[in-house]
């Protein structure tokens, strides 16, 4: 083998070399490109479930909210019906006790 058939070899060895260090670099971009892709998938889907499960969860509030409320509404009306039925109860002694203490003056 002559010096220019050595010298054509480094010369297709460092092309051949070239070639592969630009398919790694193309490759490597494309791992990232393709990584990048899925975490911007991954992060939408975890965006995605995060409003699902706080919209779930209010959801899930409002209606014991709602339950709690239709109960404390519940027990006023019925304190309220108390103090009225005690009021109506009352009247006829208060009217007379009124009358009374007024005539006797």
Do not use: P
């Not at 630009?22 to 490597?28: G, Q």
């Not at 005690?86 to 009358?99: E, G, H, T, Y």
């Amino acid at each position: 083998m002559g010096m220019a058939d050595v010298l054509r070899s480094i010369k297709n060895a460092e092309q051949d070399a070239d070639l592969k260090i630009k398919s790694a670099h193309d490759e490597a971009s494309k791992i990232l490109t393709d990584a990048r892709k899925k975490s911007s998938e991954i992060v939408q889907q975890a965006i995605e479930e995060a409003s699902s499960l706080t919209v779930a969860r209010l959801d899930k509030a409002r209606t014991v909210g709602q339950s709690e409320a239709a109960n404390v509404k519940s027990e006023g009306e019925s304190d309220i019906s108390a103090v009225e039925t005690s009021a109506q109860s009352s009247m006829d002694s208060a009217v007379k006790l009124i009358i009374d203490h007024v005539l006797s003056q």
